[in-house]
């Protein structure tokens, strides 16, 4: 029994020290989790710190180029409403004395 329970430990601890299999189970965690994990020790810390992924699921680190083209193709769409012309700004009523 002994040893059962001392190889569990090792198997944990080597688990814990591959940073990939780090990364991935602290993406499936909510942000405020991942940031209180940065807290657990150096290498979960070191592991945050130079992940891209973890940087931009913090929004540490901008997101990826395709994603920054597809909010700037938004901006182009013909659905965006466009400034209020200056005739359809003289149309609305204002009346003083009601205040």
């Known amino acids: 029994m002994a040893t059962e329970e001392a190889t569990d430990g090792v198997a944990g601890a080597q688990l814990a020290s591959i940073a990939e299999l780090v990364e991935m189970i602290l993406l499936s965690l909510p ?12 290498t979960w810390k070191h592991v945050i710190d130079t992940s891209p ?14 994603t920054m083209a597809l909010v700037g193709d ?8 466009a400034e209020p012309s200056a005739a359809s700004a003289g149309t609305r009523s204002t009346n003083p004395s009601r205040f």
Do not use: H, K
């Not at 942000?31 to 150096?42: E, F, G, K, P, T």
């Not at 913090?58 to 180029?65: E, I």
């Open 53 to 66: 992924q973890l940087q931009r699921a913090l929004f540490f680190a901008p997101a990826t180029d395709s």
């Open 74 to 81: 938004l901006g182009s769409s013909t659905n965006v409403p």
């Open 31 to 42: 942000l405020s989790d991942i940031l209180l994990a940065q807290r657990v020790d150096r």
